[in-house]
């Protein structure tokens, strides 16, 4: 049913030592969903690919968007048609090679008055012709009376109707974590908590990076015969590596989103809110947290984990408060967590954060260093296609031979996603094996780990004990985190709570009364003293603690948590 890929701490270590003793065709820094995504495509081609993150696989941005794969019915507005040509026409590719992460959910756009109906009419119906968008997910619009009976908890009063059409959800680390286990299982050498710190050259053109290892197994040299930089927030930072005197490029912008407990609200499909300056912006449940989001403001710093504000909070709980009709508004009381994240735009002079273009850049300076900026988690393909062009382009130029193509990108699929589109079908299959494992257990991990699911089924069947969750309030499973561990190269507990498994962001208690439990797992696999578990456990919490409780504004990010090293 599946490829498993041996992403473990043993081939991290084999990793480093190929990654400083070969040359490869294309050095990538940066594994957010650009760098992963460009890892995939030139692996496809063939080429001899690396890849290196500086924290985790999806540490950045890419964990913390909104986690729509989407038509882009916004740039709409902005005048963008291309993009919503190509936003659009990419969330079908992605639901094809990935079912699992790209789930079809009803999105209601509630309407105030018979002109914004009229309004919103035309422009749905130009994005569904636009959009090729299929005939059953086409946009309908409804009467107040159909809106509420969709969504009962919609706020009455000044209801006059609503448009109803699609959006699909994904999980943006998994996206991530399974696009770089796809580049992986096709030849890709990838290592995470490897920094670049400096670049090589010779004859004034960048030959490779000096790379500094997060888990202290020293500094190595790795070659490239292309670099590309697709380091999303950081780009300008490791682009001024190479070109000391220039100017930033980028325009940091940062997005907030709020989770509450689905039952505050209890909606069946995502809501566009209203928020007290009329920007869209979404409450999407996923389990048991609902996430408000999301906010788009100027943030001028670089950040792991960009502060959040009681404004910010604020501004969200104000949208639900104004759009539905709750027993009492919520308030600080409700949040289960608030997670910021920063949107790696392109400066444009005058333009305010909202109006800045989502579109892609390639820029190539002088040293011949490619970097990639902007852009979004749904054109991620594309936007890998269009970076590897030029790689191959100037591996011709330089007198390289392009080996033979192994699979066009979007015919062959990512990790996860053997199993087609029935998942459904998939859940009854892996639950007939593992009986005494419930069934929103498996329910989970189809959603987070599609077809690779299986693989940790395995595991249950083989070994009873590790089919056991941690605790009655938690689907958590030893079978769960050891997979993390020998095939998502998860070496840190952050990169089991926080990107894979996703607790984090999804459960009530944000992983807390596991995530000792979930250590002492690791520390088997790991070989980690008590020390390092008790440190792991500690840091976990610290990030925890920062979620749950964003400053006052103004506040510095010193406080920021980090991830505990060796
Ligand atoms: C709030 C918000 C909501 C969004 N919602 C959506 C949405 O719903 N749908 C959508 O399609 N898009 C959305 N986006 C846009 C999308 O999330 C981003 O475009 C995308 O995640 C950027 O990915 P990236 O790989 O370029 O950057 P990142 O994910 O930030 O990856 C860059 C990586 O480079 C690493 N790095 C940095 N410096 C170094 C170094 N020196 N050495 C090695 N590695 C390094 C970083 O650690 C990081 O992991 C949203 C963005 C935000 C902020």
Known sequence: ????????????????????????????????????GIARDAALRGLRV????????????????????????????????????EAATERYVVRRLAPHLAQPVPM????????????LSVGMWTFDRLAGVADKERHRLVTAEEALDIEPR???????????HYEYVTDDARLVIEVVKSAAGLGAVVANHLEVVDFLTQGGKVIGVAARD???????????????NAAGPWVDRVRMLSERDSKPRLRLTKGVHVGVPSDRIGLSGIVVMNASDRRGVFAIPRGPVTYLGTTDTEYPELADYPQVTWSDVEYLLDAANRTFDLPTPLGAGDVVNAWAGLRPLLHQEGKKPTELSRQDEIMVNEAGLVSIAGGKLTTFRRMAERVTDMVCARLVEIGQTLPPPVALSDQHPISGGEMGGDLARFEDYLASRVREVRRDT???L??????????????????????????HDSSLTPAEVEYNVKHEMATTLQDVLERRTRLLLWDLGCGSSVADRAAATMAELLGWDEARRRREVVEYEKLVEYMRTPAGDGVSADDEPHAARA
């Open 1 to 36: 049913m599946t490829s498993t890929v041996d992403l473990s701490i043993h081939t991290r270590r084999r990793n480093l030592q190929r990654l400083a003793g070969e040359v490869f065709d294309v050095l990538i820094i940066g594994g957010g969903i650009t760098g992963a």
């Open 50 to 85: 690396a890849l290196v993150e500086r924290r985790d696989f999806a540490a950045g941005t890419s964990s913390r968007s909104s986690k729509l794969i989407h038509g882009g019915l916004r740039y709409l507005q902005q005048g963008d048609v291309g993009l919503v040509r």
């Open 108 to 119: 209601l756009f509630p309407l105030a008055n018979r002109r914004e109906y009229a309004k």
């Open 154 to 164: 919609l706020l009455r009063k000044d209801l006059y109707g609503a448009a109803l």
């Open 214 to 228: 997060g888990h202290g197994e020293g500094d190595i040299e790795i070659r490239g015969r292309v670099v590309v």
């Open 442 to 444: 498996i329910a989970r």
């Open 446 to 471: 189809v959603r987070l780990y599609g077809s690779n699911a299986t693989a940790i089924v395995d595991t249950m069947e083989r070994d009873p004990a590790r089919a056991r969750p941690y605790s």
